[in-house]
């Protein structure tokens, strides 16, 4: 996990050389009277430390700033509902739940409202990554161990407008899941889920990724 980032390289216009900041120090005065402060380039940021002898110990002071447009963000809770967009731009966001769930996708727009891969009457189509399209979404799972969301295993992919997706119910035994909303700047994608805990039958189901 040290090596890993979130999000992936695929995922931040920022090569990791400008992401990683590291920070240390053997001079606790100095440590003091200088600290380092560091602004994040997305709507997440994380904190990798290493103490290597007994009383070390380090204090992080923060302040969140408020960003309009949010993209990519971490959640270690076990129940809530979420909607993830592009606001147009191209770029792709990615909402990481770090806890085994269910999960069920209540909205779906990405993509243009009619196209070729649509078929007649069918507002919500899948596997369209396969098919070339450009916008899309997917739903990913894998271990604990792995926070880079592009590295876990896709279960599926889907695209299309429609509110009516009662099909969209997935069961994610695995520590590690993500939606990511893959956006071509083409159009504004909007995708809501709600995700709660497994109960204890649904949660002796193997992570299979």
């Known amino acids: 996990m040290y090596d890993s980032l979130f999000p992936s390289a695929f995922d931040h216009p920022l090569p990791a050389s400008e992401r990683i900041t590291p920070f240390c120090t053997g001079n606790v005065a100095d440590a003091m009277s200088s600290p380092a402060q560091i602004m994040s380039s997305q709507n997440n940021a994380m904190i990798k430390y290493r103490l290597t002898r007994k009383g070390e110990r380090f204090r992080i002071r923060v302040r ?32 990481a739940v770090m806890t085994p769930a269910k999960l069920n996708v209540t909205s779906i727009r990405v993509g243009p409202q009619r196209d070729l ?12 990554k396969e ?6 979404v997917e739903v990913r799972q894998g271990p604990q161990t792995e926070i880079e969301t592009t ?13 009516n997706t009662d099909s969209l119910r997935f069961v994610l035994p695995c520590e590690s899941n993500a939606i990511r909303l893959v956006s071509s700047g083409a159009f504004t994608n909007q995708v809501t889920f709600t995700f709660d805990a497994l109960n204890p039958e649904e949660a002796s189901s193997e992570c299979e990724a």
């Open 151 to 163: 590295e876990l295993q896709t279960i599926s992919n889907y695209c299309g407008r429609t509110s």
């Open 64 to 95: 969140f700033v408020e960003n309009p447009y949010p993209c990519n963000s971490l959640i270690m809770d076990y129940e809530g509902s979420v909607t993830i967009s592009n606001y147009g731009m191209r770029r792709n966001c990615t909402i």
């Open 117 to 128: 891969f649509f078929k007649a009457g069918n507002p919500l189509f899948k596997d369209c």
């Open 131 to 136: 098919e070339g399209a450009a916008d899309y």
